[in-house]
């Protein structure tokens, strides 16, 4: 079972950065893509960024330019490097990876999540 662990949240002042942190760990297969999901208060969870297994990134319009996504594929380990945060980036974000086996196909896994608190 694929287990996600996020790190690297917490209180920022506008303007400021942050790094999130998540290690995907008990893999079998291949991992597809991994991803960043947010959700604020009242509001439904977003995708972020993600990456898929060939590198290709893709953002949200709301953080192009502020955010961005990497990788390290030897440790199954993916960032997003946060820039010039703004009050309303606060929310819990979410760590997704998306991995395919033979027997299941597909399958989704989640972190527990890790809040971003952005003052102003």
């Known amino acids: 079972q694929v287990q996600l662990v996020e790190s690297g949240g917490g209180l920022v002042q506008a303007g400021g950065s942050l790094r999130l942190s998540c290690a995907a760990s008990?893999?079998?297969?291949?991992?597809?893509?991994m991803g960043w999901y947010r959700q604020a208060p009242g509001k439904q969870r977003e995708l972020v960024a993600s990456i898929t297994r060939g590198g290709n990134a893709a953002y949200a319009d709301t953080v192009k330019g502020r955010l961005t996504i990497s990788r390290d594929t030897a440790k199954n380990t993916v960032y997003l490097q946060m820039y010039s945060l703004k009050p309303e980036d606060t929310a819990v974000y979410y760590c997704?990876?998306?991995?395919?086996?033979?027997?299941?196909?597909?399958?989704?896994?989640w972190g527990q999540g890790t809040m971003v608190t952005v003052s102003s």
């Open positions: 008990g893999i079998s297969g291949v991992i597809v893509s």
């Open positions: 997704k990876a998306i991995t395919w086996t033979i027997v299941g196909g597909n399958r989704d896994s």
